[in-house]
């Protein structure tokens, strides 16, 4: 959902331009995942400004970010595109289960039962920590859309200086076709036995709306309602088109 494009940017905005560590570091060392056992040793090494990783929900997280300085920056992406990536990269990923048909999986994305459960509970978890964090809240879309001006926004938030060098190293390293290539970021570098790259890439596209080209008419009501019924009362950072 534009957590591999997150690292990317910050690891660019943190070395003020200097993309030789997101060429020679794979990404999951410069920007360690919670969820993963290294973590805490990756951290141990770290002198510089720590980046962490995490698909964790708030109600784990956020009563320890309240008692921090961290900043935290979450990024939220159209939840029927969200659906068509996680489906797509459960045929990467042999530690998660077969997804079966994509009909299939869809109904388990709305119920909640895929891994780290609802998309629903998940926005809106974070949503609620809008005045309980230094928090800033990005979507994927503004990235696709405008990726300077996102960039802008994220030194402003983190107090890191952006110079027009930087600006322009950033964009183009941080461009779809760049990261897609950069074997630091495109997990090609991941074992066989974890990831089966026989597949397909673990990044595909890199475009918005690409549920268009997965969703029945059928599907995509079903959807709006549940959309409708979990994030109707919400207020979004972005609304979404789900026509």
């Not at 943190?14 to 973590?39: F, H, M, V």
């Not at 008692?67 to 939840?79: C, E, F």
């Not at 990005?138 to 060098?165: I, K, N």
């Amino acid at each position: 959902a534009g957590t591999t494009w997150m690292q990317e940017i910050l690891t660019l905005l943190y070395s003020l331009g200097d993309a030789r560590p997101a060429k020679t570091i794979p990404n999951w060392e410069r920007a360690p995942w919670l969820e993963q056992i290294y973590c805490r040793e990756a951290l141990r090494d770290t002198e510089t400004s720590r980046l962490l990783t995490t698909h964790l929900p708030a109600h784990v997280l956020a009563p320890a970010l309240q008692r921090s300085r961290a900043k935290v920056i979450y990024v939220a992406r159209n939840p029927k595109d969200v659906a068509v990536s996680f489906y797509h990269f459960h045929h990467l990923a042999k530690f998660l289960p077969d997804p079966n048909s994509f009909d299939d999986f869809l109904t388990q994305f709305l119920e909640g039962t895929v891994h780290y459960g609802s998309w629903f509970d998940h926005v809106k978890g974070w949503l609620g920590q809008r005045h309980l964090l230094d928090i800033l809240y990005v979507t994927y879309e503004e990235l696709h859309q405008d990726l300077r001006g996102t960039a802008q926004r994220l030194s402003s938030f983190l107090g890191c200086p952006l110079s027009p060098g930087t600006l322009a190293a950033l964009e183009q390293h941080c461009s779809f076709s760049a990261m897609r290539d950069n074997a630091m970021a495109n997990y090609s570098l991941i074992p066989a036995e974890i990831m089966d790259h026989s597949q397909g890439r673990f990044m595909r596209k890199g475009v918005v709306g690409d549920w268009r080209s997965h969703f029945s008419p059928e599907q995509n009501a079903l959807f709006n309602r549940r959309y409708q019924e979990e994030m109707g009362d919400t207020e979004l950072p972005s609304q979404w088109p789900m026509a």
